[in-house]
Nanobody, 115 residues
Framework: QVQLVESGGGLVQAGGSLRLSCAAS????????MGWYRQAPGKERELVAT???????NYQDSVKGRFTISRDNAKKTVYLQMNSLKPEDTAVYYC?????????WGQGTQVTVSS
């Protein structure tokens, strides 16, 4: 079964930066795309960014210009560089892989941005 492990979350002041990592148990080239989602308390899980095997990217409007999704195929890892963080970015961030019929999810990593 596919396993995804997120890391890099933590507490940061507004305006700061964090870099999240998602390590996969198999080649990320085998997935149609990889993505980052987030869920804040009391809110629905929402898409943050996606990246395809061809390195095309898509971002939620609220993070455009601040977040960058990237991948390292050799390391089987997807990254989310988050700059100019805002308190409203506070959430649990989840890595998602998609292939065929399946969606696979990591356990999540907490990001907290203080005012």
């Amino acid at each position: 079964q596919v396993q995804l492990v997120e890391s890099g979350g933590g507490l940061v002041q507004a305006g700061g930066s964090l870099r999240l990592s998602c390590a996969a148990s198999e080649s990320i080239l085998s997935f149609h795309d990889m993505g980052w989602y987030r869920q804040a308390p009391g809110k629905e899980r929402e898409l943050v960014a996606t990246i395809t095997s061809g390195n095309s990217t898509n971002y939620q409007d609220s993070v455009k210009g601040r977040f960058t999704i990237s991948r390292d195929n050799a390391k089987k890892t997807v990254y989310l560089q988050m700059n100019s963080l805002k308190p409203e970015d506070t959430a649990v961030y989840y890595c998602r892989a998609r292939r065929g019929y399946g969606h696979y999810w990591g356990q999540g990593t907490q990001v907290t941005v203080s005012s």
